[in-house]
């Protein structure tokens, strides 16, 4: 709207006509008392005067907004923009709206965007945590207000919020074994903070398999950082410098993992032979880096689907949330090149 342009109300509207501001808002609202040639007129009028509804003086007296909040550690990651599709296609068909926001992987910025989110009014929340979460505190007024939160891959622990994720543990330690039964011995975990379920499972199951298959397990070979590119790098400089070299290499996502592998390539290191390499998520990056990555599979898409439907039939159909605290989904072993020292890429 142009600057010091009136807003129309219904008011403008009903002068307009010369008939009374209820009559307007009634026929605004569809309302059977307004005869259909009155309705059409007061339509007409109304989108000819550019009148704008005042949705959110209704949703006030509604105490319903139609939006869905989200929360998302960040936007430009694949397996997020997957999730994000999914919500979005299940609350799009069922009349809602999305308001995204990411944290960036700070929980100080999380917190920001719960507190812009419960300003305006959603109707429920998803979230995916931030990397250094460390308590559920910008949650609670949701809890008190009887706004659903649902946490989904990354995941908070709380009785009153239903969990979305896959069973890390074990993704982990099949991944793991295959990387053994390749051979390996000395085997590298890189992860992240161990707060988030997501890591601190996929070290739980790296570490069942080594005791497992009689492999001692050595905390100099867990490397803990942000898993971001530039930490891939700089944890192949703290490889290499490692005596005896690892054979093995289990990084917690494939961001950090091609990054890794790259700079390992740089250095002269044959991948699989002089180490044999898997990553965890089945980025895009899995299929361009030579050799193709051994990850793991799991589809963002479905899990955006599920989280949106289960808060759907909740704010909808009032499904009571306390029935489902947590849904575990499917997960795949996709063996490639990267890890495939003898052949062999079975992983029973």
């Known amino acids: 709207m142009p600057e010091g342009e009136k807003e129309i109300t219904i008011y403008d509207i009903a002068a307009r006509l010369n008939v009374s501001a209820a009559t307007v808002s009634r026929g605004l609202k569809d309302h059977p008392r307004v005869s259909k040639a009155t309705k059409k007129l007061i339509i007409k009028t109304a ?26 550690p960040r936007l430009n990651s694949s397996f997020m923009a997957d999730v994000l599709a999914g919500i979005e296609k ?9 308001f995204i926001s990411q944290s960036l992987e700070s929980m100080q910025k999380e917190a920001s965007n719960a507190r812009a989110m419960l300003n305006s009014r959603v109707d429920g929340l998803l979230v995916s945590v931030a990397y250094d979460t460390a308590n559920f505190d910008h949650f609670e007024p ?21 969990q979305i994720y896959i069973d890390n543990y074990k993704a982990a330690y099949d991944i793991t ?3 053994i039964k390749q051979g390996c011995k000395r085997i590298v ?7 988030r379920n997501v890591y601190s499972e996929r070290f739980r199951g790296y570490k069942r398999a080594l005791e497992e298959n009689n492999r001692e397990f050595d905390n100099g070979l867990v490397i803990i950082n942000d898993l971001s590119s530039k930490a891939g790098t700089e944890a192949a400089a703290e490889i290499l410098k490692m005596s005896p070299l690892p054979d093995g290499l289990f990084v917690a996502n494939d961001i950090c993992a091609v990054s890794c592998m790259q700079a390992l390539k740089k250095e002269g290191i044959n991948i699989p032979n002089d180490i044999a390499v898997a990553g965890f998520n089945n980025d895009p990056t899995s299929c361009v880096i030579e050799p193709n990555l051994t990850t793991v599979n799991y589809k963002g898409y479905e899990m955006g689907e599920v989280a949106a439907k289960l808060m759907i039939n909740h704010l909808v159909d009032k499904y009571d949330l306390q029935e489902t605290h947590s849904l575990i989904l499917r997960s795949e072993l996709i063996i490639r090149e990267s890890s495939l020292r003898n052949g062999d890429g079975n992983v029973d």
């Open 90 to 98: 299940v609350v799009n068909n069922n009349n809602y709206n999305l």
């Open 177 to 179: 074994g295959h990387l």
């Open 142 to 162: 949701f809890i008190k207000r009887n706004i659903p939160v649902i946490f989904f891959d990354r995941v908070f622990d709380h009785e009153s919020c239903p």
């Open 189 to 195: 975990h890189i992860t992240g903070n161990q707060l």
């Open 47 to 72: 989108e000819e005067m550019g009148y704008r509804s005042n949705s959110f003086a209704s949703n006030l007296r509604k105490k319903q907004s139609n939006v869905i909040g989200v929360i998302v």
